[in-house]
């Protein structure tokens, strides 16, 4: 699942992970106060989303694209499904955080999206739910995530 691994100048071990969503290997960095047997577990996680959790990843995803494309004067995309924007999605990085719970994953991923070619995406992962899904900030993930901001696209009232 995790394979090349190396320490970067920063002290942190980076490598290679497989997602099953995309099916893609992708750059995983793993914090230098985080662990290769903490990294395993965020990726199980990620392997392992049920469809529920991938189809709320996929809807803020599409508001986020349709206001993108609404807001440069581009027409929005119409998907037939919400999983339907995965073509338009390809994941770039993983970090994995120092955790505050070992046994809790985090999903903290960045993103490349057809629509913000500058900026790409992120997704946060906590606790089970979706925390952020917008462009790329590099938040804390044990943060609030930008909660309740217009750039966070979770909540349906963005829009």
Request: charged share 25%.
């Amino acid at each position: 699942m995790i394979k090349n691994l190396t320490t970067n100048d920063h002290s942190e071990l980076e490598g290679e992970a497989y997602l099953e969503l995309f099916d893609q290997t992708i750059k995983l960095y793993i914090d230098q106060d985080s662990d290769l047997e903490y990294a395993e577990i965020c990726i199980t996680y990620l392997n392992n989303l049920s469809e529920e959790l991938i189809v709320s990843l996929c809807e803020a995803s599409i508001r986020y694209c349709n206001e993108f494309l609404e807001d440069i004067g581009e027409e929005m995309i119409k998907f037939s499904k919400p999983t339907d924007v995965l073509a338009h999605i390809t994941p770039n990085t993983i970090c994995i955080p120092n955790p505050k719970n070992k046994t809790e994953p985090v999903i903290d991923l960045e993103l490349n999206c057809t629509w913000e070619v500058e900026h790409g995406m992120e997704w946060i992962i906590r606790n089970g739910e979706v925390m952020y899904v917008g462009p790329y900030h590099g938040i804390n993930p044990y943060g609030d995530c930008d909660r309740g901001e217009d750039w966070n696209y979770i909540e349906v009232n963005n829009v």
